[in-house]
């Protein structure tokens, strides 16, 4: 499938699960925003969560390919559930971060098995700022693996594709939120205010 029709794919499947919401949130990085969007949802709906899993893969095996990283690390707590399945069919070790180290067992912050030297893709739902996937791969970097690359659906375009450059990570991600609002805006999902309300935030950023 061509990137276009899987971006369009996207944006209707979020449309019709209610993924996003306008009103006033407190982002991760501390910042409020007049919208959000609400992946946690997905795994709840089981045919949205199917395709967009596959999605994932798509992009994954096209933006870095199957053979350039070793195994696959999901982002608490979001891009854990779309890891573990992109891990499991692209047959790839699965590992997990820890928002903290445990207090207990091995007192680690990486769950699974990572060896020296391992090329770990992280996955997370989205990024913001990149805070949390910049925190993971310092996780997973103090454990011995190596990290170049990291995948998200989407982009909200305020400066974390940047901010992981800069940290020697690239970021590989199926749409940006202004190329979501548009593709909501042609089927009429949502409304001229809203879709400058989204734009208007990303040219801000």
Known sequence: MEKEEMKTE???I?????ALKFGTFKLTSGEVSPYYMDLRVVPSFPDAFSRICDLYIELIRSDVGAD??????GIPTAG???????AYHLKKPFIYVRTAERQHGRGRQV???LLPGD?????DDLITKGGSILKSAEAVRAEGGVVTDAVVLMD???NGKQN??????KLHYLLTTSELARKLHDIAAITDEQLSTILKRAKKK
């Open 111 to 113: 769950e699974g098995i």
């Open 80 to 86: 854990i559930s779309f890891a573990s399945i992109a």
């Open 119 to 123: 090329r770990v893709l992280l996955m």
């Open 10 to 12: 996207l944006g209707k």
């Open 156 to 158: 909200r375009e305020e």
């Open 14 to 18: 979020l449309s019709r699960i209610g």
């Open 164 to 169: 992981l450059a800069n940290d020697g990570i």
């Open 68 to 73: 350039g990283f070793d195994r696959i690390a």
